[in-house]
Nanobody
Framework: QVHVVESGGGLVQAGGSLRLSCAAS????????MGWFRQAPGKEREFVAA????????YYANSVKGRFTISRDNAKNTVYLQMNSLEPEDTAVYYCTAVRGATLTIPAFGSWGQGTQVTVSS
């Protein structure tokens, strides 16, 4: 299991940008594939982006491809999500967690942090 703290959310106008951070406490963070998910009001949690333990093989949901970029700094035990060209449909609580599976879209441990709220106004 990995404990994480997400930050960087906020209120932004459509077309704007935000950078989310996810700080992990686990010493073996550098061996974990990590991903971002989001949950909008009244909707199920959905996959957004993932990155392998080495920093390669990023995966993105079609809805964010070309606008969002996932990266990581293993020296800082941190994963980032750079979000550009934000749309009102991106409004949600964003969570990060360890992931698994061929396309890194499955939560590995089933545990979640408190998330960070992203609100995009039109």
């Amino acid at each position: 299991q990995v404990h994480v703290v997400e930050s960087g959310g906020g209120l932004v106008q459509a077309g704007g940008s935000l950078r989310l951070s996810c700080a992990a406490s686990r010493r073996t963070f550098s061996s974990l594939d990590m991903g971002w998910f989001r949950q909008a009001p009244g909707k199920e949690r959905e996959f957004v982006a993932a990155i392998s333990w080495s920093g390669g093989m990023p995966y993105y949901a079609n809805s964010v491809k070309g606008r969002f970029t996932i990266s990581r700094d293993n020296a800082k035990n941190t994963v980032y999500l750079q979000m550009n060209s934000l749309e009102p449909e991106d409004t949600a609580v964003y969570y990060c967690t360890a992931v698994r599976g061929a396309t890194l879209t499955i939560p590995a441990f089933g545990s979640w942090g408190q998330g960070t709220q992203v609100t995009v106004s039109s």
